[in-house]
């Protein structure tokens, strides 16, 4: 009866949810080839998605990323393999959120039960997507659930609205430097669709004070937010952790730009701040210096996006062409032609 319940509630919810974001309406957005190639190399049969560059775990922001881009790449049959896995295998908390961590080599295989909220935002947002596209509301329910379960993460801080990294470890209590985000974590372009699921949360305020957030915390010569972010008195670098722009903060620009961002005040800095001779950097806050010259196109295609969205740039075959090398690279890069092929096709060449 209770299933019942639930079921109806979210079939009420599948036939109101119209908020939903700009730059994920319309599935079939990905190339068909491009979506065979990633499944193909990251999705094992048992519908896990695999970091291959991290020793081949499987995470909740790897999940998330699989049932978004599943979505978008309107193929059903790859959602329901990779929810079932994400249902089963990491869906496991008390607290109605994903464990973060899961490693085929240890037994048992979760490793980490705190979790992650971006990888928590990307399983909800995708099963909104997905339930509302094809009529499926026991998708809407269990999306609808983890949203609700994700007001637990937004917190009050001097006014503000922050995103909590995790359950465990981030608050005022757990740090002297306390509380800590990291402002990647934000995915604003689900944040309308989580207030529809959720409304007593106030997502567009998130968003709103994210982006605040974020002009806040550019530091040093390129003025570019740093991966983690200690919040007790003004934003600065969280201890423990290097002052550095890297993997975490590269994707804020595309979040941005996914979620219909744009303002060239905010955007254009990060872009530039980010850019390397003919790569992405990551760079030490301070000295502004790089760390690491990142070359794949997933990573460079970030600020041509940004280009694009600004000014009108066009984007030429080479970011454009899609091959697998990593997973985290080759999920950027599926995220934002996605995102061009739907939103900015005068872009491509």
Not at 53 to 62: C, L, R
Request: charged share 20%.
């Amino acid at each position: 009866m209770r299933h019942a319940r639930a079921l109806l509630a979210a079939a009420a919810v599948l036939a109101s949810l119209v908020a939903m974001s700009p730059s994920a309406m319309a599935a079939s957005s990905l190339p068909v080839e491009a979506w065979a190639q990633y499944k193909t190399r990251f999705v094992s049969p048992e519908g896990r998605v695999i970091d291959d560059a991290n020793g081949n775990i499987s995470h909740s922001e790897g999940q998330g990323y699989g049932l978004l881009l599943a979505y978008l790449a309107d193929d059903q049959p790859a959602f329901d393999l990779i929810w079932s896995f994400t249902r089963t295998e990491l869906l496991l908390r008390d607290d109605g959120l994903a464990v973060w961590k899961w490693d085929p080599a240890t037994k048992p295989h979760v490793t980490d039960s705190n979790n992650a909220s971006d990888g928590d935002i990307l399983i909800a947002y995708a099963a909104a997507l997905a339930g509302k596209a094809w009529g499926r509301p026991a998708l809407t329910a269990s999306a609808t659930s983890m949203a609700k379960a994700l007001g637990a993460m937004v917190a009050v801080h001097q006014g503000r609205l922050i995103l909590m990294p995790g359950a465990v470890g981030y608050g005022a209590a757990d740090r002297a430097d306390g509380p800590v985000v990291n402002l990647s974590y934000w995915v604003f372009e689900a944040f309308p669709v989580l207030a529809t699921l959720a409304p007593e949360t106030d997502w567009a305020k998130l968003a709103a004070d994210g982006k605040a957030l974020l002009a806040q915390s550019l530091t040093g010569p390129r003025k570019l937010p740093p991966e983690w972010l200690a919040l007790k008195a003004r934003p600065r670098p969280a201890a423990g952790f290097p002052a550095e722009f890297a993997y975490n903060a590269l994707r804020i620009p595309l979040y941005l730009v996914r979620a219909g961002e744009t303002d060239a005040e905010l955007l254009k800095p990060l872009a530039e701040g980010m850019s390397a001779e003919g790569g992405v950097a990551t760079v030490d806050l301070a000295a502004g210096t790089v760390k690491e010259r990142l070359t794949d196109a997933g990573y460079t295609i970030i600020p041509a996006l940004v280009s694009c969205v600004v000014d009108g740039s066009k984007i030429g075959p080479d970011l454009t062409h899609f091959t697998p090398t990593l997973y985290y690279p080759s999920t950027l890069h599926l995220l934002a032609l996605s995102f061009l092929s739907e939103r900015h096709p005068e872009c491509l060449s």
